[in-house]
């Protein structure tokens, strides 16, 4: 308890043990087993799957521990609790739980006070530690392969590589690459066995695919049970440590059109939950967790595709709004061309896909890169903090080159009025605005036109072979015309044979 009973919990009651250790409870298990009691309520969850039998059970359990069991409630309704305790909300919300072992959905409905548990499904069979053991067979494949060692048959060696498998998870949450190494895991006729091996996030998240699939195939049976469709889901909540993953947010987002919300723990929001439950059964005046959030979302422009078409500045977020604080994540960019000298990087805050709709907030160029070929991987970091500091860095993956900006206050700069003032500098520097409606025509950037001409080109002489003899020919015709524009410097006369053949391209695809 703090100074005035209010309760303390996590980084503030550690740091007033030191002045009152008498009225602050630390390591508890040491005390388990002792005649000394602490906590003589409590709430407990459970899974809304339990039956009775096993609520029942969980209840003698509680009361054997010397506890008695005010309220028994069930995770997805202690997750929305602490997200919504101060709300008297109308909504219905999906509760996706993937823990370590498991994997639970439930839909949730809020009615003003009343918070029920309306569907569930999931699989007691199916979470993060399934995802560990695609990357532990992934290494034992490896060094099988380049030693000729089957490392399965040593339990302390295999212990070792679920500890790194485990770690090389966590760290994939946020990096797009992670080194896995451990020294000396065995040995093979005579000769030590070392292991280190690079994994992409997206080879991990190729691996781990399909059970993200069945995940969301069970999102659909709570939905039916429900009687609801994904746009009659109001908000998603995330729960349990194997969320961090990516691609969970990212197939969330793609089936149900909105982005899952991020500012509370995953690992913490049942248990806050249930902390915000007792506290109500107390009679206390609760208000949801209060957490630093960014309430926009940061990232970079790069060549992609925007409504079925190649464009130089598509939108890739790489910090979501209402991320909790502070925050650091990874994304892997690359080059375009064979010997490609430098690339610019610039820095957006905003939602809209096309990067130019947004604000643009910084920039700054990489150059002297090593001249690999194309496909070089380019690292974007960026790091915001409580104090809303933004840090970018660009790192050329092969050979650590690295540029990097600063940009304060980067939460604070676009207060009220500050935006619109923000957006008609954009204005003046990429377009007009007219009397009837705004039109934002960018600038040619040569380099940018070009490397996205030769990429296109590049392609489309990749398939030559599979289009038919007329597409064959329309294709070399429009080639031959984008590199006559290149030639000349004429980068607007790019645009039109550049559209043409995407169109081609996009047809022999689909």
């Known amino acids: 308890m703090g100074e005035n009973n209010e309760v303390l919990v996590g980084e503030p009651a550690k740091n007033q043990y030191v002045l009152y250790p008498e009225r602050t409870i630390k390591s508890i298990k040491r005390q388990m087993g002792e005649e000394a009691k602490v906590v003589h309520k409590a709430v407990i969850t459970v899974p809304a799957y339990f039956s009775d039998a096993q609520r029942q059970a969980t209840r003698e359990a509680g009361e054997i521990a010397g506890l008695e069991v005010v309220r028994m409630i069930n995770e997805p309704t202690a997750a929305a609790l602490s997200y919504e305790a101060d709300q008297k909300a109308h909504k219905r919300i999906l509760v996706y739980d993937l823990g370590g072992g498991t994997f639970d959905v439930s839909v949730v409905s809020i009615e003003d006070d009343v918070v029920e548990v309306v569907a569930s499904h999931g699989n007691n069979k199916l979470g993060g530690d399934d995802f560990d053991q695609e990357i532990i067979n992934h290494i034992v494949e490896h060094l099988q392969q380049k030693s000729g060692l089957d490392i399965r048959e040593s339990r302390k060696t295999m212990a070792r590589i679920n500890r790194a498998a485990e770690a090389a998870k966590q760290t994939l949450s946020a990096q797009p690459f992670v080194t896995i190494e451990e020294e000396y895991l065995d040995e093979h006729d005579g000769a030590p066995v070392h292991l280190s091996l690079e994994l992409a996030r997206d080879d991990y998240e190729e691996m781990i695919g399909d059970y993200i699939d069945e995940t969301l195939e069970a999102v659909h049976i709570a939905l039916k049970g429900a009687n609801l469709t994904t746009s009659d889901i109001d908000e998603i909540l995330l729960v ?271």
């Open 240 to 510: 349990g440590g194997s969320t961090r993953t990516p691609l969970v947010s990212q197939r969330l987002e793609e089936e149900f059109r909105k982005q899952p919300r991020l500012e509370v723990d995953p690992d913490l929001c049942v248990a806050t939950g249930a902390a915000i439950q007792a506290a109500m059964i107390a009679g206390a005046d609760v208000s949801a967790v209060l957490v630093d959030i960014t309430p926009y979302t940061y990232g970079t422009s790069a060549i992609g595709e925007l409504d079925g078409e190649f464009y130089l500045y598509k939108y890739v977020p790489i910090i979501h709004k209402n991320s909790s604080l502070p925050i650091s994540k990874t994304e892997v960019f690359y080059t375009m061309v064979d010997n490609q000298e430098k690339v610019k990087v610039q820095v957006f805050q905003g939602e809209e896909p096309d990067a130019l709709n947004n604000i643009q907030i910084g920039e700054f160029m990489v150059e002297g890169l090593s001249g690999a070929p194309a496909n070089n991987p380019i690292l974007l970091k960026l790091e915001l903090d409580l104090s809303g500091v933004l840090h970018v860095s660009a790192i050329e993956k092969q050979s650590g080159l690295e540029k990097s900006i600063v940009i304060d206050n980067a939460i604070s700069r676009f207060e009220e009025g500050e935006m619109e003032a923000a957006k008609e500098r954009i204005l003046e520097i990429f377009g007009e605005e007219s009397t009837d409606a705004v039109v934002v025509e960018p600038k040619i950037d040569s380099h940018h036109a070009v490397v996205q001409a030769r990429a296109l080109v590049e392609k489309a002489e990749r398939m030559l072979e599979d289009a038919s003899a007329e597409d064959r020919e329309d294709m070399v015709n429009l080639i031959e015309a984008i590199n006559d524009a290149i030639a000349k410097e004429d980068y607007a006369a790019l645009k039109e044979p550049m559209d043409q053949l995407s169109d081609i391209l996009y047809y022999l695809e689909s």
